[in-house]
């Protein structure tokens, strides 16, 4: 396609202009100053071109005309004319602009989600979303979450300011677009908003008259994460439709990060009443029968797993208290849950609590009627004091034997034998009792200790003689010293290794015979 061309000497004065030429510049006659009849622009660039003195091709320059784009390509002739041939790019330059715009759009939405997703803390994420969007899309911009009543969670930022928090009272009727918006509807067009009918908590203090006024919800996981508002001053451009669709695409990504930390802070909270329930309880003395446990879990990073106990004091003075450890096939918080269902289930069982056998058969018919493919282990212990000594009811289900560790040094392992439960359809064990002097205790602990690898060759079990050995060198020490000892050697023992979960808990006949003056227990908490 021919382009326009027009010829111009050292001087200035236009020497020719073709058709294409003069249809740009319409009074570009022959003898005529280009300084006169053509635009600024390309006029000082011929004073230039002409002041060079450099004949051939030189450095193309570029303008607007008649609002339209063109690239201007001069060639000096030997005579020191220059020609100028004019090339219309308006549709090249927008193109490249547009592409330029997309990549700065990008560009923002990746440092946004990078931003939005370091953090799973909600007003964080609000935080973030509200700063982001008043740097880069608005004059100001606020985010509203939903919240109870007319009482919503808001972040308001003013850009180059940081963000501020607060909870308000307001009625989102006043805003058109932006009740819907906080149910998830589709945003209104901007067009529709009318800046001047803004209530005055939309606005930041100071931030001056309202040019236009966006509102966009931000969508999360299923559920409406909250609503963005984007304002801008009186002498802005007003938002273009594709800045309401980029403006949609940040929401997007706003709302999930927000959805996400959402039902993060959900889960955690759930998981902390969750541990709070599941985590052994603190034992103390009841009845004067000291009782101390300690328990760790198969992953450093994880509380809770398939090893319990719990000890329910006595319902009355002179009746024994009931004492049980356990260990759940698995690891982890399967077994966890496991572990839950069996504590609730023998505390139910507690008034039979005399009869260890009724009590196993019982549990064992729960587990074999539940969804659980899981079995567990178990000692069941029931402790009472007499006179100095401690009068105990050892039943073990498939559990290693309980320890009695007496004042001299001397251990012994318990009688008792039985079945684990929640694997057949009966479960029969043996009840045995023992009698703790002042200074002996009982130790009921699980596999996790003696199956423990480790030592010189991370390959060597620590074996039942070892931890009998180790539990002699404990006599006469109290029972959470014990506890401590046990846990330190088995702590030593596997490293920075793999282990199964570790439970231990000893039950001790006092060497005192002083009782505190609170029913014969100090202050702790106990699994009632």
């Not at 060639?75 to 549709?91: C, P, R, S």
């Not at 990060?257 to 889960?267: G, I, K, N, P, W």
């Not at 998981?271 to 329930?277: D, I, N, T």
């Not at 290794?497 to 060497?511: F, L, R």
Request: charged share 20%; glycine share 10%; aromatic share 6%.
């Amino acid at each position: 396609m021919p382009c326009p061309v027009l010829i111009a000497d050292r001087s200035g004065t236009v020497r020719h202009a073709n058709d294409h030429a003069l249809a740009l510049f319409p009074a570009a006659a022959p003898g005529l100053s280009l300084a006169d009849c053509a635009a600024a622009w390309l006029a000082d660039a011929h004073e230039q071109k002409a002041a060079a003195d450099a004949p051939g091709a030189n450095t193309v320059v570029s303008g607007y005309i008649a609002g339209r784009s063109y690239e201007a390509h001069p060639t000096v002739q030997a005579d020191g004319e220059v020609v100028w041939w004019l090339v219309d790019d308006t549709d090249h330059r927008l193109a490249r602009e547009a592409l330029h715009i997309e990549q700065e759009r990008t560009a923002f939405l990746a440092e946004a989600s990078n931003a939005l997703l370091s953090s799973l803390h909600l007003e964080r994420c609000m935080d973030v979303t509200a700063q982001l969007a008043a740097e880069h899309l608005s004059a100001a911009a606020l985010v509203i979450a939903p919240g109870s009543g007319c009482r919503l969670p808001v972040v308001t930022c003013v850009r180059g300011q940081e963000p501020v928090r607060d909870q308000w009272e307001i009625d989102p009727q006043e805003v058109p677009g932006l009740a819907e918006a906080l149910q998830g509807f589709p945003p209104v067009p901007s067009r529709w908003i009318d800046p001047v009918t803004a209530p005055e908590w939309l606005i930041p203090a100071g931030f001056g008259e309202v040019g236009s006024i966006v509102v966009t919800p931000l969508p999360g996981h299923g559920v409406p994460a909250g609503a963005l508002v984007l304002l801008r001053h009186s002498g802005e451009p007003a938002f273009s439709e594709e800045e309401e669709v980029f403006a949609r695409l940040f929401a997007a990504r706003s709302g999930a990060a927000m959805s996400a930390a959402r039902m993060y802070a959900e889960q955690s909270s759930v998981s902390k009443v969750l541990m709070r329930e599941l985590l052994p309880p603190v034992l103390h003395q009841i009845a004067g029968v000291e009782f101390a446990g300690g328990y760790r879990p198969s992953k450093d990073r994880e509380r809770i797993g398939g090893d319990f106990y719990d000890v329910h004091p006595a319902g009355a003075e002179g009746e024994p208290s009931f004492a049980v450890l356990g260990d759940v096939s698995g690891k982890g918080l399967e077994a966890a849950v496991l572990t839950g269902k069996i504590r609730n289930t023998l505390h139910a069982l507690l008034p039979m609590a005399g009869d260890h056998q009724r009590m196993l058969e019982l549990l064992n018919g729960a587990l074999l009627n539940s969804h659980h493919t899981r079995f567990a282990t178990l000692v069941l212990v029931s402790a009472v004091r007499e006179g100095g000594a401690v009068r105990l009811r050892v039943t073990s289900a498939g559990h290693p034997p309980a320890l009695i560790v007496r004042a001299d040094g001397s251990v012994e392992e318990s009688a008792s034998r039985g079945t684990l439960v929640g694997a057949f359809p009966r479960a029969p064990a043996t009840t045995v009792c023992e009698t703790l002097a002042p200074g002996d205790f009982c130790v009921l602990f699980t596999d996790g200790f003696t199956e423990a690898k480790g030592g010189p060759l991370d390959e060597e079990m620590y074996g039942d003689e070892r931890f009998q050995e180790a539990l002699s060198r404990c006599a006469g020490m109290p029972g959470e010293a014990v506890v401590e000892h046990v846990q330190m050697l088995a702590s030593q023992w596997v490293g920075s290794g793999q282990h199964d979960d570790m439970a231990v808990m000893v039950i001790a006949a006092p060497k005192s015979h002083h009782l505190s003056m609170v029913g014969g227990h100090t202050k702790g908490r106990f699994t009632a």
